[in-house]
């Protein structure tokens, strides 16, 4: 049994970034980055907790559509497998980036389900602020996760 186990490990390929399809996808959804964009403006401003509920809840639910699609074109063509033997801490970056997605998209998906949760049963002031502020940490996560995905092309690309 320990012979099969470790002949499966060993044939396993490992992740690298496809950085010029990887950085195309990123540049080619607009919609993506503008639905971001209006979901830090609501964050960022505060209005009535009732609007800012009301519009988080289509704003994140455009968001997370946006967002799976994203990462689905990411997870196809941004990113290969390659065999073991170009196994690198580059790739293990890039195989900790694309693992991120599944984290990510869950995240935002429990946020949604508070933010209609809010919406539905109504809001107070504070309630909604802890929405704000779960979302605006959602954000900096995602931040993170872009910026390690800008870093790993620009490694790839001064690589190559």
Not at 52 to 74: I, K, S, W, Y
Not at 94 to 119: D, G, N, P, T, W
Not at 126 to 138: P, R
Request: charged share 25%.
């Amino acid at each position: 049994m320990a012979t099969v186990v470790s002949t499966v490990r060993a044939a396993k390929k490992t992740l690298v970034v496809n950085s010029a399809f990887l950085q195309e996808i990123k540049e080619s959804h607009p919609e993506f980055w503008h639905t971001l964009h209006h979901v830090r403006q609501v964050c960022e401003d505060m209005d009535e907790p009732s609007h800012v509920t009301r519009t988080l809840v289509r704003l994140l639910n455009d968001l997370r559509d946006q967002m799976a699609l994203q990462f689905a074109l990411e997870e196809a063509y941004g990113y290969i497998e390659v065999a073991p033997e170009y196994r690198s801490s580059k790739v293990n970056a890039a195989e900790k980036a694309m693992a991120q997605h599944c984290s990510l998209y869950l995240q935002l998906s429990e946020l949604i389900e508070k933010a209609e949760e809010l919406q539905y049963r109504g809001a107070s002031a504070a309630c909604v602020q802890e929405l704000v502020d779960q979302t605006q940490a959602f954000d900096e996560k995602l931040r993170e996760h872009e910026q390690a995905e800008n870093g790993l092309i620009k490694d790839s690309l001064s690589a190559g």
